[in-house]
């Protein structure tokens, strides 16, 4: 099944190329706002899910290009990121220690919405193709071997990333908790509907130009063992979303007027424009095609406020 938010924040599910109003049918979900809906919903899925199916097999639908996508998720309380959690395409030579770094839930933005580059001396901008996965039973000090069981579904994720702010070494909040750096969607797709997580091909375009193109066999540390470290450090809740991480090898600078399209197998293609009232810009090279070309660190900076002074 595939639940999305639509419009002013109405609940849908996703029937073919149509979406089904099924705020009716989730109306005694006690809620002050969709996040308390959404969640609500996650954790009571299995006394909804017949009437949810029900209704969208009966239900009148609208075309999907007819309404506004909202985030499927607006505000979860916890967005958990895996940091350094791919192989690289094997040149890697062992995993990196498992970490993770939390990402403020206002960042979160959705499908058709815009991330605005903030007036910061970043070095670069970046946006991180990633599978999240949402959490549906409350998870705490889970062990591996339990932890899909506490999977409630997945969605397609951007890490938005600020890269380069001083001082050195004072990076990540600073880096990845701005406002708008989390787009999320386009909706959620229960997890009976992906057969396996870790082999899912994730493409991310910049203006329909593929920049990032890798499996997530290639990740390091797999979902279980992601989820039972994190909830060896604090519960997660039915809602709350953990991004896996991202293979870096294909990032590239994003800059003005630039459309970011995020294409998972399975989940759906999430759309996003970026805003930078600064106008900076910067080469339109991968950390791939840079380190093929034997240059060294990120793509510099060519020109706008914050551009490194000529030589």
Request: hydrophobic share 40%; proline share 8%; glycine share 8%.
């Amino acid at each position: 099944m595939r639940i999305l938010f639509f419009d002013d924040f109405k609940l849908g599910v996703l029937a073919g190329d149509a979406v089904v109003d099924v705020s009716r049918v989730v109306g005694d979900i006690p809620h002050v706002g969709p996040h308390d809906l959404i969640s609500g919903l996650i954790a009571r899925f299995a006394d909804y899910r017949e009437r949810l199916e029900q209704a969208a097999r009966n239900a009148p639908g609208v075309p999907v290009s007819r309404v506004r996508i909202r985030p499927p998720l607006p505000k979860p309380a916890n967005l958990v990121c895996m940091a350094v959690n791919y192989m690289e395409d094997g040149t890697r030579p062992e995993p990196a220690p498992i970490n993770a770094f939390l990402k403020t839930p206002s960042a979160v933005i959705g499908d058709g919405d815009t991330m605005v580059l903030p007036d910061a001396p970043a070095t670069i901008f970046e946006g991180e193709a990633e599978v999240a996965l949402v959490i549906g039973a409350r998870a705490s000090h889970v062990s591996a071997a339990t932890a899909m069981d506490h999977v409630f579904g997945y969605v397609g994720f951007i890490d938005g990333s600020a890269r380069g702010l001083p001082p050195a070494g004072n990076t990540f909040y600073q880096m990845k908790s701005r406002d708008t750096f989390a787009p999320l969607g386009p909706w959620i797709v229960t997890a009976d509907e992906v057969p396996d997580p870790h082999r899912l091909q994730v493409r991310l375009r910049v203006n329909g130009e593929v920049k990032q193109d890798f499996n997530t066999s290639d990740m390091a540390h797999r979902i279980p063992r992601c989820i039972e470290w994190v909830t060896s450090i604090h519960a997660l809740e039915p809602g709350d979303v953990l991004a896996t991480g991202t293979n870096h090898r294909g990032l590239s600078a994003l800059q003005d007027g630039d459309l970011v399209e995020l294409e998972t197998e399975r989940l759906g293609r999430l759309r996003v424009r970026v805003r930078d009232d600064l106008k900076r810009t910067w080469a339109r090279e991968t950390r791939l095609e840079r380190q093929q070309k034997g240059l060294e660190g990120l793509t510099p900076q060519l020109t706008g406020k914050y551009a490194p002074a000529p030589r």
